[in-house]
């Protein structure tokens, strides 16, 4: 048996302090699971959080300038907690990632009761740090979140303040899906998402962990 065609190059990450490469399959992400994100976006922060996926070919890796994507005046950032999935349902590792969302076309999408898939979905659209292996880390609640712009934070926030930690988003998920070693999971931002321009310098960080830079170009 063979392809009818070549089959497409695989998306993958560094591993830190190793030549290994995280292959990434799919990638799923959690919305509204900070309470205090919740309230500025005007939901209702008493709902549970819920599960949308992004494609593979959004993954961009760290020192990767993007794009500024087409069709939309109002560009966000959402720093996030990204969980990488090992064998047998297990975490992996670790590594901080940016949810970049066209929020205009996303409210447009919400007012009209159709997918957000425009919205999130466009190259570049799931930068990604180098994957942590997990090591002896089994609580992830002392972790800190932050995002820069420019310079100046915009997002700051503890992974304890999570409605649905990372060991109960795999619960969660797994019992909806088939998880695969490869996935990528964004476990979902702390308050203070905010406009992105032309020219911006990003560093999103798991402090004193891991860091991601990237510039809007």
């Not at 998306?11 to 030549?19: A, N």
Request: aromatic share 10%; proline share 8%; with cysteine.
């Amino acid at each position: 048996m063979r392809f009818p065609f070549q089959k497409p190059d695989s998306f993958t990450l560094p591993i830190q302090r190793s030549d290994d490469v995280f292959p990434v399959n799919h990638i799923y992400c959690v919305g509204r699971n900070y309470t205090a994100h919740a309230r500025e976006m005007g939901a209702d922060n008493r709902k549970p959080p819920f599960f949308f996926s992004k494609p593979n070919w959004a993954v961009v890796t760290r020192g990767t300038n993007i794009d500024f994507p087409p069709d939309t005046e109002n560009l966000n950032h959402e720093v996030e907690l990204v969980i990488a999935v090992g064998e047998n349902i297990s975490i992996f590792g670790f590594g901080v990632g940016v949810d970049l969302t066209r929020r205009d076309i996303q409210a447009k999408a919400k007012e009209e009761g159709k997918p957000w898939f425009l919205a999130k979905c466009f190259p570049g659209s799931a930068p990604v740090s180098e994957i942590i292996p997990m090591g002896d880390l089994t609580d992830f609640s002392d972790l800190k979140l932050t995002l820069s712009v420019n310079g100046k934070i915009k997002q700051s926030g503890k992974c304890k303040d999570m409605i649905w930690n990372p060991n109960e988003i795999m619960c969660e998920l797994a019992g909806e899906v088939p998880l695969q070693p490869g996935d990528l999971i964004f476990t979902g931002t702390p308050e203070g998402v905010g406009k992105l321009e032309k020219g911006d310098a990003i560093v999103a960080a798991v402090t004193g962990v891991v860091e991601l830079s990237f510039i809007i170009s």
